[in-house]
Structure formats: C-alpha cells, structure tokens
C-alpha cells in the first residue's frame, strides 16, 4: 500500500493507537506499520524540524498473535514497525508484539523513537515475543539497524546530538525493553536501546530465544563491520541514568561484536550520581564472531562488557560516579577479546562475580577488571 502497510498519525493533542488483529498480514515498502504522534513543531525543507511540538499523548502499536509484517523496501529508513512521539508535555511509545508475529524488514525490525526536547517523564516500552529478521538498510539517522531499537535522540529532526549536549536539561524518560524473541540480523545489534540527551534508565530482560547479530557465513565477514555495533545485546546511556540487562537460561547469543554490552557514555557531561550498571546473565554466549569488529572506543570485544567511559585515557572523570556490577551465570566463549570485562572511568566500583554454573573461555583474558 504505497509507502507503508498501516500509516496512524495524530498532528495536534492526543494518542494514536494501532491495534491489529490475529491471523493478518501487513506489507509495505518503507514501514509495515507506522504511528506518529506528529505535533512536531516547525518543519521546514527536507524534513528539517526547528522544534518538537507542546503537546501530550502516547503512541501504542499492538499485534495480536500470528500477525505478520512486511517492509520490503531497502533504503536507509526501512523499518517493520515504526513507533515515533514528538510531544514535550506528556508522551509514551508502547508496542507489544504477541506470540507467533513474525516481523521481516529491510532495516531494523522494531523501531519506537522518541523525538521530544523536553519532557517531564516518559517511557518506551517494547515487550516482543515470536521472530524477527531484519537487513542491513541503515537507520533514518545513519546508524546502524537492530531488531528492537528503542531510545530517545534529544534532538525533534533525528539527528544525534554532539558529546556535548548530554543531558538535556528537561528531558527525562526510561526505555524498558522486554524480549522472548528470536532475532536474526543481516547487520547489526539484536536488541538495542539508547538515550541521547534524556536523562533515565535503560532496562532490557531477555527471557527467552535466540539473537544472532551480524550474521556470518565461514567466519567471514558480512555487511557492515561498523565498531561498536554487531552485539547481540546493546544498552547505551549517555544521560546519567543507570542500566540493567537480565538474560535468562534458555537465551542463546551468536554475536560478531560483544555478547551483551551496557555502556554509560556521559563522557562527564553529566553526574551519574548513585547510578549503576548491573548486569544478571544466564544462557550462552558467542561473542567476536566477526574479527573485523571492535568498540565503539576501538577496544576488543568481549562476551559481557559494561562500564562508563570517560574523557581521559589516563584518569578517572571525577564527577561520574556509578557501579558496574556483572553476575556472571553463562557458558561464554569469546572467539576475539575477553569472556567477560568491567570497567570504569568513572568514581565507582567494578564488581564481577563469575557464579558456579558458568563457564567462561576468553581469547585474551577470560575475566577482566578495571577502574581508573
């Protein structure tokens, strides 16, 4: 149907909500479904946007069970399911995907981006079982595709904000991602959720299925290898906030950057104060199937990497103070890089607790530990 399957948007106040129905099937060539809460302020050549819009309502997307949605397109911008909310007042993205949905896209499979400047609280909440398999279609912005991707930019016209912009002043919202979804990428993270600017808490539990992220063939390289992306897992705060990843037994991560990686990138922009990273992982991971992949700070990879990062190599930022605690239940193996490393440029602890049901191999360290 042209441009996209299902197309809601609301252009003043109030909600948008798309509800679709069990045993149906939606195909578009830019987006299966897309609902926008579209009071976006001033738009002016090419999309630009000077300034998101004073409104409230929120933005829920709900597949019933064996729905199926189809965006076939290939450029950057392709999504299964896009989720969008520019109110500054008062606004929520949910999208609920149900047991045996399947979700096929040339980019990421769900995207629910949050565009405010400013907002008292909010909340982005992605709860997704049944299978999603996405391709290597960039994002909007340029960055790279992910099955889930959920997060607020801090900026109406979808560009990232430079380093020094975080936090906004104003603009508070947590992202909660909860997955029993299987997830296979042609490019990029499984599950990915962010904070540009706002400043709050990322959460993401996967209790079941299997993520495969930068898919491989022969242990050669496919797509893009973009540093810091490929993980099967990715929580990025760079808002102040803190960040918790629970995987349960059954999880299963093939992964050509690090398995799980939780990282707080304030750069002392902002005072994580009594903020945590705390990671509690079970299942199996594979991490570094794609040597050609290192983070985003140019380091190796590893099967479980969390910590804050800093302005300084050689320091620690004295205004970032936070923990980094990493309860380690895992049969992990870590084909480039570490089994499992903490760090921390920050004020704070690194804490890792490798428990008696895991098992850890590391092609350079198997544990990892450190604070400046």
């Known amino acids: 149907a042209g441009s996209s399957g299902i197309v809601a948007f609301n252009n003043s106040n109030g909600s948008v909500t798309v509800n679709e129905s069990a045993d149906t099937s939606v195909t578009g060539f830019k987006y299966g479904i897309q609902a926008t809460a579209n009071n976006r302020g001033v738009v002016g ?14 933005v829920t997307i709900n597949l019933s069970q064996n729905v199926h949605i189809q965006a076939t397109g290939t450029a950057n911008g392709t999504y299964g399911i896009f989720a969008e909310n520019f109110n500054n007042l008062e606004g929520n993205i949910t999208v609920n995907m149900a047991a045996g949905d399947t979700i096929t896209s040339g980019g990421a499979g769900i995207n629910a981006y949050d565009g405010a400047t400013q907002l008292p609280s909010g909340t982005i909440l992605v709860n997704a079982e049944g299978t999603i398999h996405f ?14 991707l959920a997060g607020y930019l801090g900026n109406a016209n979808g560009i990232t904000p430079s380093a020094g912009t975080f936090p906004f002043a104003g603009l508070n919202g947590n992202v909660i991602i909860n997955s029993a979804a299987d997830i296979t990428a042609a490019v990029g993270d499984g599950i990915r959720g962010y904070t540009y600017g706002a400043t709050g808490d990322i959460t993401i539990n996967a209790s079941a299925g299997t ?3 930068q898919a491989q063939t022969n242990n050669a390289t496919s797509g893009n290898t973009t540093n810091g992306n490929g993980d099967g897992i990715s929580a990025q705060n760079n808002g102040g906030g803190s960040i918790h990843v629970t995987t349960a037994a059954g999880v299963s991560i093939t992964a050509g950057g690090s ?29 570094g199937t794609n040597a050609g992949i290192l983070t985003g700070s140019g380091n190796l990879t590893a099967g479980i990497l969390a910590g ?7 320091a620690a930022t004295p205004n970032v103070h936070g923990n980094v605690v990493i309860d380690d239940h895992a049969t992990i193996t870590a084909d480039v890089g570490d089994g499992v490393r903490g760090y921390n440029f920050g004020t704070g602890d690194v804490t890792i607790t490798v428990e008696n049901d895991s098992s850890v191999h ?11």
């Open 362 to 372: 590391g092609a350079r360290y198997g544990v990892a530990a450190y604070t400046y």
């Open 45 to 58: 050549n090419n999309n630009s946007v000077t300034g998101a819009g004073s409104a409230s309502g929120d």
């Open 259 to 287: 398995g799980v990686a939780a990282n707080n990138g304030d750069n002392g922009n902002a005072a994580a104060v009594n903020g945590e990273i705390s990671l509690v992982i079970f299942g199996t991971i594979e991490s």
């Open 211 to 213: 993520i495969i992220a």
């Open 135 to 148: 391709g290597s279609a960039l994002n909007g912005t340029g960055g790279q595709p992910a099955g889930i």
């Open 308 to 314: 804050y990062n800093a302005t300084s190599s050689t």
